[in-house]
């Protein structure tokens, strides 16, 4: 009893087939002689003759029949063809797409981000790429500077835009300067401040605060603002790094909340996330430490967030240059 014939790729491989078999066989399957066929896939009669029956051997059937105007494909034929046409295409597409990540048009970017610049940089860079680059797949992390450097020393951001902190040797990255990160205070629209003629710094103080726990970037930004200025730091005061939560607690409370002044001007815009809470116009220059984007110094970027990175740097350039 015959044995059936192993038809795995890796078995088809061995016993020979070839791409130019399949192309041959489609151009048949459009042309219907072998003559036309062989000159549209470049190659002689006798070539492509030998070439189908090389293919009829490894499919262990009749592919086609010859009839006086040229051939026809027989069943097994046209199923071979049709399956042959989709793995051609198929395989361009594969190629396309090899040729896409090559260029840096296609690829996954994975960028980590604190707050302010995720809102102000980030998010309509992306907003961009989804139209000059879709095939771009963007992964955000949005964290704190620490949080985020242990993530890129772990290969799990390619670059991050934040602050690098004292247990960062600097000979480990590259850092582009982007400049400090501007703070804002923020109340809800009908805090009693903002009814306060000369309201100074020192009249928030009288008020719950809310800001991140202690030893984080921003809160030590304001109590070193407010040393400097010669006024303790807040008496009552929530810790948390959730930005949800502080924004549910200055809608509710009359708590002062200080926030980078990008994430703050989304807040109070009017028809954006919450056109009620405002910004309190005192303390307009305090700021956190300059902050950069920054990447691991001896990992090559993909071309992709090689892409992604030069356009930010561009954005940076063209922020830096505008007057004010």
Same mark, same amino acid.
């Given at each position: 009893?015959?044995?059936?014939?192993?038809?795995?790729?890796?078995?088809?491989?061995?016993?020979?087939?070839?791409?130019?078999?399949?192309?041959?066989?489609?151009?048949?399957?459009?042309?219907?002689?072998?003559?036309?066929?062989? *000159?549209?896939?470049?190659?002689?009669?006798? *070539?492509?003759?030998?070439?189908?029956?090389?293919?009829?051997?490894?499919?262990?059937?009749?592919?086609?029949?010859?009839?006086?105007?040229?051939?026809?494909?027989?069943?097994?034929?046209?199923?071979?063809? /049709? /399956?042959?046409?989709?793995?051609?295409?198929?395989?361009?597409?594969?190629?396309?797409?090899?040729?896409?990540?090559?260029?840096?048009?296609?690829?996954?970017?994975?960028?980590?981000?604190?707050?302010?610049?995720?809102?102000?940089?980030?998010?309509?860079?992306?907003?961009?790429?989804?139209?000059?680059?879709?095939?771009?797949?963007?992964?955000?992390?949005?964290?704190?500077?620490?949080?985020?450097?242990?993530?890129?020393?772990?290969?799990?951001?390619?670059?991050?835009?934040?602050?690098?902190?004292?247990?960062?040797?600097?000979?480990?990255?590259?850092?582009?300067?982007?400049?400090?990160?501007?703070?804002?205070?923020?109340?809800?629209?009908?805090?009693?401040?903002?009814?306060?003629?000369?309201?100074?710094?020192?009249?928030?103080?009288?008020?719950?605060?809310?800001?991140?726990?202690?030893?984080?970037?921003?809160?030590?930004?304001?109590?070193?603002?407010?040393?400097?200025?010669?006024?303790?730091?807040?008496?009552?005061?929530?810790?948390?790094?959730?930005?949800?939560?502080?924004?549910?607690?200055?809608?509710?409370?009359?708590?002062?909340?200080?926030?980078?002044?990008?994430?703050?001007?989304?807040?109070?815009?009017?028809?954006?996330?919450?056109?009620?809470?405002?910004?309190?116009?005192?303390?307009?220059?305090?700021?956190?430490?300059?902050?950069?984007?920054?990447?691991?110094?001896?990992?090559?970027?993909?071309? *992709?967030?090689?892409?992604?990175?030069?356009?930010?740097?561009? /954005?940076?350039?063209?922020?830096?240059? /505008?007057?004010?």
């Amino acid at each position: 009893m015959p044995q059936p014939q192993d038809k795995t790729a890796a078995a088809l491989i061995r016993a020979g087939l070839r791409l130019p078999q399949l192309r041959l066989l489609l151009a048949i399957a459009d042309i219907g002689q072998i003559s036309g066929a062989a *000159a549209q896939v470049g190659m002689t009669q006798p *070539a492509a003759s030998r070439l189908l029956a090389e293919l009829e051997r490894t499919a262990g059937a009749p592919l086609f029949d010859r009839h006086p105007r040229g051939v026809v494909l027989t069943q097994a034929g046209a199923l071979l063809a /049709r /399956r042959a046409r989709s793995a051609l295409r198929d395989i361009a597409t594969a190629f396309a797409e090899v040729d896409m990540l090559a260029s840096g048009a296609g690829g996954v970017v994975r960028i980590g981000t604190v707050t302010g610049p995720g809102l102000e940089l980030v998010l309509p860079l992306i907003r961009d790429m989804r139209v000059t680059y879709p095939e771009i797949e963007f992964d955000v992390t949005v964290d704190t500077s620490d949080m985020l450097a242990e993530a890129l020393f772990a290969h799990r951001i390619d670059f991050y835009i934040g602050r690098v902190l004292a247990n960062v040797n600097p000979r480990d990255v590259i850092v582009r300067h982007i400049g400090p990160e501007p703070i804002a205070l923020l109340v809800r629209k009908d805090h009693p401040l903002l009814r306060k003629t000369n309201l100074t710094l020192q009249d928030t103080l009288a008020h719950d605060w809310v800001m991140q726990a202690p030893g984080g970037l921003l809160r030590r930004a304001v109590e070193a603002y407010l040393l400097r200025h010669d006024l303790p730091p807040p008496s009552r005061t929530l810790s948390t790094s959730s930005l949800l939560l502080t924004l549910g607690i200055i809608s509710d409370t009359n708590v002062v909340a200080p926030v980078a002044r990008s994430v703050a001007d989304v807040l109070v815009s009017p028809g954006r996330i919450n056109g009620d809470l405002r910004i309190l116009d005192v303390a307009g220059d305090m700021a956190v430490d300059p902050y950069g984007l920054v990447s691991l110094r001896d990992a090559a970027p993909t071309p *992709a967030v090689a892409r992604i990175m030069t356009l930010l740097e561009d /954005r940076i350039r063209n922020r830096a240059a /505008r007057p004010g």
